[in-house]
């Protein structure tokens, strides 16, 4: 059994290309210490940390599970125009944060942990891939807690990044930091259980069998879309779609994330996958 | 530039490049810049940084041979380095 100690975010939308919302009145008052060489990337993740666990007791030896569709994309930009552009070398700041594991040693740094610190990346699974590590080293008890955060950048101008992207010229973009503070054996509101499906018709049994009134399902980006469509003809007007949202490659962290927060009724189940890999289910109930 | 305005110049891009909560005028012409025991607690990367900076805007290269390094040592060494082969 996994509980959700914690949880909580910092979702916004971006829709001006005059400049992304300053985050450092936030840190200064969440952060112990002022952070030197920290890129937007990090900031996003020291924000999402620290207001989940605010309040809560953390062991030291707590894992941190950061993982990212694009990770430090700003910075990567920056470094690669220094590169390549201007035929420069990098400057050492940017460049040494053009790894994502940067913000995980800042993460760790301002709330004092000293456990295993794991940063990854798999595009529109991310989440997928972070949790699955999260919930394996729960349950064989290489860790007793584990801080899950999925952080996302945008880099401006919006219409180079939904490019880089390949999203439409519409689709609104949003930058986020999701964080959930999971504990093994642990009795909570809100439990986490994951479950893996070779066939999309096993996995639609399972809802079926599964589904109570008030329950959602959000379909994560990395969904493939006529899967998508074939659970919105059997679940009708019960689906999120990450498409319909101001858009990161994360948001399914973003969801899974404010449903544990609130009080709301019912289970959320957040499926992503292909007919290639097969299908993950995250199911968040009591 | 005088070396007077060059120093005030330095001063800025350290504060900026290193990202130190300063004023020009907290940082003396003769602070020891580099090191834990220094008067700033710079460290090699802020050293780096400011070695790149110092490429970029004024054209000149510290690298790692002992000459060149003691130009970090302090504000007024980093000016006498800049302004050394220049005619003011």
């Known amino acids: 059994m996994i509980g959700i100690v914690a949880a909580n975010h910092y979702l916004q939308p971006i829709e001006s290309d005059a400049s992304l919302p300053s985050l450092e009145a936030d840190l200064r008052e969440l952060c112990r210490e002022p952070f030197r060489r920290i890129d937007r ?11 989940c666990i605010a309040g809560q007791t953390l062991r030291p030896e707590c894992g941190i599970y950061l993982g ?20 420069e070398i990098p400057k050492p700041f940017n460049f040494i944060n053009t790894l994502g594991s940067s913000a995980g040693f800042y993460v760790a740094k301002n ?12 595009r529109r699974a991310s989440m997928e891939a972070v949790l699955n590590l999260a919930l394996a080293d729960l349950l064989r008890g290489v860790v007793e807690q584990a801080l899950v955060g999925l952080v996302e950048e945008v880099a401006l101008p919006l219409a180079v990044h939904r490019q880089r992207q390949d999203l439409p010229a519409t689709q609104v973009l ?3 930091s999701h964080w959930l503070l ?20 096993t996995l639609e049994n399972f809802l079926f069998g599964s589904w109570m009134q008030g329950d959602c399902l959000c379909c994560a980006s990395g969904m493939e ?35 544990a927060i609130g009080d709301r009724p019912g289970q959320l189940f957040v499926v992503n996958g292909n007919s290639m890999r097969g299908w993950v289910l995250f199911q968040l109930g009591a | 530039m005088d070396r007077e305005q060059l120093k005030l110049e330095l001063k ?17 012409d003769d602070a020891v810049l580099i090191g834990s025991q220094g008067d700033l607690a710079l460290d090699s990367l802020d050293a780096l940084q400011i070695a790149l900076a110092v490429k970029q805007q004024y054209g000149k290269r510290i690298d790692g041979n002992n000459q060149t390094r003691a130009a970090l040592t302090s504000i007024n060494t980093l000016a006498d380095f800049i302004l050394a082969d220049k005619t003011l």
């Open chain 1, 41 to 51: 990337f990090i900031q996003l993740a020291l924000l999402g940390s620290a207001r």
């Open chain 1, 68 to 87: 990212s569709g694009l990770g430090p994309i700003g910075n990567n930009i920056v470094t690669q125009q220094q590169l390549i552009r201007d035929r």
């Open chain 1, 111 to 122: 709330l004092g942990l000293s456990g295993q610190n794991l940063f990854i990346s798999r």
């Open chain 1, 174 to 176: 949003a930058e986020g």
């Open chain 1, 182 to 201: 999971l504990q093994s054996g642990q009795q909570t509101a809100r439990q986490l259980r994951l479950h893996r499906f070779d066939e999309l018709s």
């Open chain 1, 225 to 259: 879309r006529s899967a998508e469509q074939r659970l919105q003809r059997q679940f009708p007007g019960c689906i999120v779609s990450a498409w319909d949202c101001a858009f990161h490659d994360s948001l399914d962290a973003a969801w899974l994330t404010e449903f």
């Open chain 2, 12 to 28: 800025r891009m350290i504060i900026s490049e290193c990202e130190k909560d300063l004023r020009p005028e907290d940082i003396p």
